[in-house]
């Protein structure tokens, strides 16, 4: 039985290979041919990159792409590398992804521009030798400037407030907590930043780093969450300490997590960008990627959607971040 | 026992054709040596992991540190390279011996102080993973490494991916131990009866030692092939390995409670997981799921697996309650 088994499946193999054709070459500008772009997010369970697909989705159908959407489920580090791995073999045209671990990635998606497929990102870059453009959502001057400002506004230019940031390490972070203090210096010089405290990206923990700084500083007039679980945790902090007339909560988070607190009064805006946007934009820029119509050394790109699209060196920038309050929160359902 | 096993691994085999046969019609691009190329490439660390995880299982044991070895293994493979500034092969050799040193410490505290390997594997599990997130402080990762050593995770040694040759070399040596040395024999008789192989005169601790001790060395090889896939090492590596490794052994047929079991049977183990995992994402219909539907395949093929496993015993009694009746 067994060797009869054994046998069987080498011949299944030998047949199979037999009739395998090997990938052809991913040329496609000036053809027909509908275009492939491989599109990843970090992980898929994110409502971050769910409301990032949508707007992918809806570029697929308006440029006429055929979309392949997968990534990570679990923490497995090396999980992107795989799909990209087989993406290759593949043979999609183009692919798209926001990356976890830059430098673990940049490896595979120089091998797949070794084989003749176009490389982009976006939300969190590769090195830049890996990919040809990024699709930069938001610069930290324009995250930095959006915040502060609106923290000074909120304040009335004078005043104590705190920030919650994921971690004390994270690159991202501390760059924009950089832009912050700069913009702090420039033009709300009445402003103080009392504390800076690191929530591990957790919002529990950040629900109990905000009640410690409501104890801890008295005088506290707003919470600057700059992760996004850090925005419901404080103002869920906020809510459960009664204190909404004195403590005002702002940050960077998905509209969706925040509605209630909005709508109640306790958290006055949230700071993103739409991302339904940036993922409309990633698969516009990789369709013309494809095509030959976008290629290095460009200065603009013109979107269906967004209009004239800048582009700095070789990041395509999104625009300014988006604010969202009362007035407009309902609208968006990320 | 023996007729078990082998109609245990023929459903496994089929199980094989099935899924090539399945993804080679609806897949895009399955049946591709590039493909091929990918799967093993893919399955090399979980199936070195299989591979020394089956002679522990043989002896009723247990090893859930083996992923956290690893990446403590790629942590200090990257340290004795760019901060100690030795030679990739000498850091590889130090990166090997932790590995071992991880194993021993398991193994000493199982058969010295007793201690089920389950809860002494869950606190190195954590313990050994920690370290590699306290050296790094859970952010600085090792990159920038040599051709030369990025060769073995992403060159080719006669149109074969290199590490295949290193998954071959171990899978050989592990399965000549297993079947086919008085060793071997040992493990599966601690695995039955571990007071019984005592009074037989076996030295039981010096065995489940060696089992451990083997995982770790094998463990710190497996960081090495994986670093050099990536070409990048971080704390997170290897993340969540260790229960993959168990979901191929125990696919493959062998007994969680020892005794029972074949080093063959974890390898059709790996490849039936790999080649499932690297299908659906192939199949148009199921492309943007597959991750979501490999995890939910996985668990439904481990239960059926082992739901057939049991078949025979049942209908076994079913036909001897049946005779009874009758009579």
């Known amino acids: ?334 | 026992m023996i007729k078990k096993l082998k109609s245990h691994e023929a459903i496994l085999v089929t199980l094989l054709i099935a899924e090539f046969l399945f993804f080679n019609a609806t897949g895009r691009r399955f049946a591709t040596i590039d493909n091929l190329f990918n799967i093993v490439r893919h399955s090399v660390e979980i199936g070195l992991l299989a591979l020394v995880m089956t002679p522990i299982i043989l002896t009723g044991g247990i090893d859930l540190s083996i992923g956290s070895t690893l990446g403590l293994c790629a942590i200090l493979f990257g340290k004795l390279w760019r901060d100690a500034g030795l030679p990739p092969w000498a850091a590889a050799i130090g990166a090997i011996l932790v590995g071992g040193a991880c194993g021993l410490l398991n193994g000493a505290l199982i058969t010295q102080l007793r201690l089920p390997p389950l809860i002494v594997t869950l606190g190195t599990f954590s313990l050994f993973r920690g370290l590699a997130e306290a050296i790094t402080r859970g952010v600085d990762a090792f990159t920038n490494f040599p051709e030369s050593f990025l060769f073995l995770g992403s060159g080719q040694i006669l149109g074969v991916p290199t590490q295949a040759w290193i998954l071959l070399a171990v899978a050989i040596l592990i399965w000549l131990i297993v079947h086919r040395t008085v060793l071997g024999r040992s493990f599966r008789a601690i695995g039955f009866s571990s007071e019984g192989a005592r009074y037989a005169g076996l030295p039981v601790e010096r065995r489940i030692l060696f089992c451990y001790v083997l995982a770790g060395l094998v463990a710190g090889i497996a960081s090495l092939t994986y670093t050099a896939r990536l070409g990048t090492a971080k704390a997170d590596a290897g993340y969540g390995y260790e229960l993959l490794a168990i979901t191929a052994v125990v696919l493959g047929g062998t007994s969680i409670f020892g005794g029972i079991g074949s080093v063959h049977g974890a390898m059709l183990g790996v490849a039936a997981l790999a080649v499932l995992n690297n299908g659906l994402t192939r199949v148009p219909a199921v492309m943007n799921i597959a991750s979501e539907l490999s995890g939910v395949l996985t668990g439904a093929l481990l239960l059926s697996a082992l739901a057939l496993g049991t078949l025979p015993k049942h209908l076994a009694a079913w036909r001897a309650r049946r005779h009874i009746s009758l009579h």
């Open chain 1, 1 to 334: 039985m067994k060797r009869i088994a054994s046998f069987i499946s080498i011949l299944v193999v030998a047949l199979t290979f037999g009739c395998g054709k090997s990938p052809a070459p991913a040329s496609v500008a000036g053809s027909n041919k509908k275009i492939t772009v491989a599109f990843m997010p970090k992980s898929k369970g994110n409502g971050y990159f769910v409301s990032c697909k949508q707007g992918a989705d809806q570029a697929a159908k308006d440029l006429g792409v055929e979309l392949i959407y997968d990534g990570p489920t679990t923490p497995d580090p090396a999980k992107q590398n795989e799909i990209i791995e087989n993406w290759i073999t593949l043979g999609v045209d183009v692919i798209a992804v926001a990356c976890e671990n830059r430098d673990g990635i940049s490896t595979a998606l120089k091998k797949a521009q070794d084989k003749g497929i176009k490389v982009i990102t976006y939300d969190a870059d590769a090195r830049p030798d890996a990919r040809m453009f990024f699709v930069n959502q938001a610069t930290p001057e324009g995250i930095g400037n959006t915040l502060m400002d609106e923290a000074g506004r909120l304040c009335n230019e004078e005043g104590e407030f705190a920030i919650i940031t994921a971690s004390l390490t994270a690159a991202n972070m501390i760059a924009w907590q950089e832009k912050i203090e700069l913009r702090r210096r420039e033009k709300h010089p009445k402003m103080t930043m009392v504390a800076l405290r690191p929530c591990d990206d957790l919002k529990d923990k950040a629900q109990a780093e905000a009640t410690t700084l409501m104890s801890a500083y008295p005088n506290l007039k707003l919470i600057m969450a700059i992760c996004s679980p850090a925005v419901p945790g404080a103002a869920e902090a906020v809510k459960q300490a009664g204190k909404f007339e004195k403590v005002k909560v702002i940050g960077l988070g998905l509209p969706s997590e925040n509605k209630a607190y909005v709508m109640g009064g306790i958290t006055q805006d949230v700071i993103l960008w739409k991302t339904v946007d940036l993922g409309y934009l990633t698969i516009e820029a990789a369709a013309a990627v494809a095509r030959g119509e976008l290629q290095k050394g460009a200065k603009k790109f013109t979107s269906r959607k967004l209009g004239e699209i800048t582009i700095e060196g070789d990041n395509l920038l999104l625009g300014k971040p988006f604010i969202f309050d009362k007035s407009n929160i309902d609208q968006y359902n990320f």
